[in-house]
């Protein structure tokens, strides 16, 4: 297994397939994928991209800290799903976040998500609400420092 820096555009064929299966390619790029601030990670097995990770400095609202970084788009493809990918992905963008002085991670998660993040030491705050084409999400969160 090998964790590296990826470019935007290497994550839109996970992106697809994990989180918008059925909807058109261009569904995967996230405003800010190629801003300066945001990074993507891969993991690879075998030189396969089979899991993705990216790290927005954006900030919440709900949330007074002052260096915020969102994570988006983690996804891991089906058939290697359940066996620690995921969070070995999250790990490695706590991991720079902690490089860069972040005081929290936040995103949004799909409700079918709740329990992993939740074993990585993060907390949902408020309600769920809906993502339209997407599904239901909660917020959720971890101070890094």
Not at 82 to 88: D, I, M, P, T, Y
Request: hydrophobic fraction near 40%; charged fraction near 30%.
């Amino acid at each position: 297994m090998e964790i590296k820096k990826i470019n935007s555009i290497d994550t839109y064929p996970v992106r697809h397939e994990v989180l918008r299966k059925g909807k058109p390619i261009e569904s995967c790029q996230f405003k800010g994928d190629d801003d300066e601030n945001t990074v993507h990670f891969g993991l690879f097995l075998e030189d396969k991209l089979v899991g993705i990770i990216s790290i927005f400095k954006e900030k919440n609202e709900l949330f007074s800290e002052i260096n915020q970084f969102q994570i988006r788009g983690m996804a891991v493809l089906e058939e290697f799903q359940g066996k620690g990918f995921g969070a070995e992905l999250v790990k490695e963008t706590e991991n720079y976040c902690v490089n860069l002085k972040t005081d929290l991670i936040w995103f949004n998660a799909r409700e079918n998500a709740v329990p992993f993040y939740k074993k990585l030491g993060y907390t949902t705050i408020g309600d769920s609400f809906l993502i339209p084409d997407v599904g239901i999400h909660f917020a959720m969160y971890k101070k890094i420092l």
